[in-house]
């Protein structure tokens, strides 16, 4: 297979019609049975509404968030907030369950401190999706992730020229010496993980990890199960989880327990995904 370029971006194709891909899913298996013998209307019918019917359960069980209809919450002046998750208070978390997923935008000039948010016995991990900021005085790039362990301070952040943040925020207590992180998008590289996808171990800890994969079109993972949640940010491209078509900016958590059947992308696709550091493969 060959290597990503220095740019994964560059070969993710546009989206396809979603017309198409539901034809192809009607003549896959298990439907494609209905088509090669004459079969009564009512039997096909209620093998699609059997069929719409699994879908809508599974969906059920995830929470999926599109950023196009996320509202839109002012954190400070030219910067917003998009809530994509947020725990239940009082409820006991699942394994690897955040508190909060948040988006976070600042316009050009703008800036912002973390402190604002809450109190900074948190585990705070986030990602730079587009444009570029200042974190103090640590300047990153698109794609660039930094971690800072709970009970450390929580550096500013601005925006020369406008950035889109991911920040995720979980209750896990730091360790002796850890100590805060950044993992620069053109130096970490893009390692094989299966045929047609690289992933990018960007923080790990009792087997949960945060991960960057980079799937080319056509790349598709097997039928897996989550023992610890999954959550999924669409950096880059299109996703279908199951029935369910992510797109860039686009955002699912699947709690721990729950699986997916297949995961696969037409365009290609960047990822943020954090959870499970060995996925669990189901026969």
Request: hydrophobic share 40%; net charge negative; glycine share 8%.
């Amino acid at each position: 297979m060959s290597k990503p370029p220095t740019n994964p971006l560059m070969t993710i194709r546009p989206a396809p019609d979603p017309l198409a891909h539901e034809l192809g899913t009607l003549l896959a298996e298990p439907l494609a049975q209905a088509w090669l013998a004459p079969e009564p209307p009512s039997a096909l019918r209620q093998r699609l509404q059997e069929r719409l019917a699994a879908a809508r359960q599974a969906e059920a069980a995830m929470f999926t968030v599109r950023r196009r209809s996320a509202p839109r919450q002012p954190l400070a002046p030219g910067v917003t907030a998009q809530t994509l998750y947020r725990a239940k208070a009082g409820q006991p978390l699942r394994p690897g369950e955040p508190l909060g997923a948040t988006l976070i935008e600042l316009a050009a000039g703008a800036s912002f401190n973390p402190a604002m948010l809450n109190n900074a016995a948190l585990h705070r991990e986030w990602l730079l999706l587009s444009g570029s900021t200042m974190r103090g005085g640590e300047p990153l790039s698109q794609r660039d992730y930094h971690v800072t362990p709970a009970g450390h301070g929580a550096a500013p952040w601005s925006s020369a020229e406008g950035a889109l943040l991911f920040l995720r925020e979980c209750d896990l207590p730091a360790q002796p010496g850890d100590q805060p992180l950044t993992v620069r998008d053109a130096e970490a590289g893009w390692p094989e993980f299966a045929p047609g996808i690289r992933r990018r171990v960007l923080w790990q800890r009792d087997g949960q990890a945060a991960l960057l994969y980079f799937a080319e079109a056509g790349a598709q993972v097997p039928n897996h199960r989550h023992g610890h949640d999954e959550e999924c940010l669409m950096v880059q491209g299109e996703l279908f989880l199951d029935d369910i078509l992510l797109q860039t900016g686009d955002y699912q958590l699947a709690p721990a327990g729950t699986g997916h059947t297949l995961t696969e992308t037409d365009t290609g696709v960047v990822i943020y995904a954090h959870g499970d550091l060995d996925l669990q493969f189901v026969g």
